[in-house]
T-cell receptor, first 114, second 112 residues
Framework: QQPVQSPQAVILREGEDAVINCSSSKALYSVHWYRQKHGEAPVFLMILLKGGEQKGHEKISASFNEKKQQSSLYLTASQLSYSGTYFCGTRATYSGAGSYQLTFGKGTKLSVIP | KAGVTQTPRYLIKTRGQQVTLSCSPISGHRSVSWYQQTPGQGLQFLFEYFSETQRNKGNFPGRFSGRQFSNSRSEMNVSTLELGDSALYLC???????????FGPGTRLTVT
């Protein structure tokens, strides 16, 4: 089942912060985050594993709330280069059939303006 | 290291035809996954191959098939094309199953 991302779209001015959420109805083993710029391939940002860890990448960080089966991506002091569509991909089980399949949300379009 | 390459980049076919898309993963990567991307639907998982075996399959009709060769290169085939098959087809490779995925530029398929 496809995870639900919110918001669907957001417009920020340079320097502002944003939070993108990814929720699943299934128990999650891991969450992947990717960014896709217009006309380009998705680019890997980070993986969060079951255990609720928080990871960081430049000014972009993320958390994974195991109890809520939700991950949040935090973008601080946004830059023009952050513009793009952000996708979360969820892996629902640790073992068994389909366990390595990533199911992606529909994406959150982030636009950063000067 | 060279990235993931996909050929062809653009393709125009007519309904009823079949098509084969090719994906060369990053050297050393053994897992290849295929996705269909359409506006508003995000990335829909097609299938994943690891060590020449299909390990996972998404919810697509049997017209969609694929294979992986001993050098990890992968192909996907769509038979009896329908208008709704028009999409960007992305392949992604990873070092192992479940690891971060590296996407190719995609093949833009248009069915007329």
């Amino acid at each position: 089942q496809q995870p639900v991302q919110s918001p669907q779209a957001v417009i920020l001015r340079e320097g502002e912060d944003a939070v993108i959420n990814c929720s699943s109805s299934k128990a999650l083993y891991s969450v992947h985050w990717y960014r896709q710029k217009h006309g380009e391939a998705p680019v890997f940002l980070m993986i969060l594993l079951k255990g609720g860890e928080q990871k960081g990448h430049e000014k972009i960080s993320a958390s994974f709330n195991e109890k809520k089966q939700q991950s949040s991506l935090y973008l601080t002091a946004s830059q023009l280069s952050y513009s793009g569509t952000y996708f979360c991909g969820t892996r629902a089980t640790y073992s068994g059939a389909g366990s390595y399949q990533l199911t992606f949300g529909k994406g959150t379009k982030l636009s950063v303006i000067p | 290291k060279a990235g993931v390459t996909q050929t062809p980049r653009y393709l125009i076919k007519t309904r009823g035809q079949q098509v084969t898309l090719s994906c060369s993963p990053i050297s050393g990567h053994r897992s290849v996954s295929w996705y269909q991307q359409t506006p508003g639907q995000g990335l829909q998982f097609l299938f994943e191959y690891f060590s020449e075996t299909q390990r996972n399959k998404g919810n697509f009709p049997g017209r969609f098939s694929g294979r992986q060769f001993s050098n990890s290169r992968s192909e996907m085939n769509v038979s009896t094309l329908e208008l709704g098959d028009s999409a960007l087809y992305l392949c992604a490779s990873s070092l192992r199953q479940g690891a971060e995925q590296y996407f190719g530029p995609g093949t833009r398929l248009t069915v007329t």
